[in-house]
């Protein structure tokens, strides 16, 4: 695969902005409209683009998080709300006639699942709603070769393992037993590796085309936080 691919200059709408809006704001871009954007979280990628002209379908499978992306839309101009929709559902099971140019998974969307079969699950989901040559973009983080923290001496290997930062609030109080002791419990992922991903991109008809270390457009080595990843539909 390639390394760095430019795509476009910088609208100067988004001058200023985080790297990884940046990032897929010119992916999205170069490709053209629609955009779906699965796991859209509380909305920053999904309102990012809607504002550099995009129509974008956010869907995430928190309703909190969908209730938080919406409350944005009060503060946007009636043509931006406009282009925005935001759809709470199982990013695994999502089925809809739509198809997009753009399928994006940010904030690791991908490492949320928790196994490799709800892993191939949301595949199958990006492959269905993608166009015959459009393009996914992604954004994972990295697991690294190291010694697991202390007090985690009941996790089996290979089992979910909690983040250094918790991922999403709202996934977390979700997440949350009625029975549990009270306090914040953090979502736990399964740190799933390039090849892993890859091998289950390639399986499911996705080919790698790309891959980062930084949204900045660092080639991707294997000790690197972040791996964030192109594909071709």
Avoid at 170 to 189: M, N, Q, T, V, Y
């Amino acid at each position: 695969m390639a390394g760095n691919d430019a795509r476009g200059r910088t609208p100067l709408s988004l001058v200023g902005q985080d790297p990884d809006l940046l990032f897929y704001t010119r992916q999205a871009t170069a490709v053209g409209g629609p955009v779906l954007v699965l796991g859209a979280a509380n909305g920053r990628v999904a309102w990012t683009l809607a504002r550099a002209g995009l129509s974008v379908l956010g869907v995430d499978s928190s309703e909190r998080m969908v209730q938080a992306a919406e409350e944005v839309r009060g503060a946007e101009s009636l043509e931006v709300s406009g282009r925005a929709r935001l759809l709470h559902a199982d990013l695994r099971s999502l089925r809809l006639d739509e198809r997009f140019r753009v399928v994006l998974a940010p904030h690791h969307a991908l490492g949320l699942m928790t196994t490799i079969a709800d892993l191939e699950a949301m595949l199958a989901t990006v492959r269905h709603h993608l166009e015959p040559d459009g393009l996914f973009v992604y954004d994972v983080l990295n697991p690294r070769a190291e010694p697991p923290p202390p007090g985690n001496e009941e996790d089996e290997p290979g089992a979910a393992v909690a983040p250094r930062r918790p991922v999403f609030t709202f996934h977390l109080r979700e997440r949350k037993r009625a029975d549990a002791p009270s306090g914040i419990h953090r979502l736990k992922f399964k740190p799933f590796s390039s090849e892993e991903l890859e091998t289950a991109m390639t399986a499911s008809g996705l080919t790698p085309r790309e891959r980062y270390g930084t949204f900045e457009g660092k080639p991707f080595e294997p000790s690197d936080a972040h791996h964030i990843g192109v594909v071709d539909g």
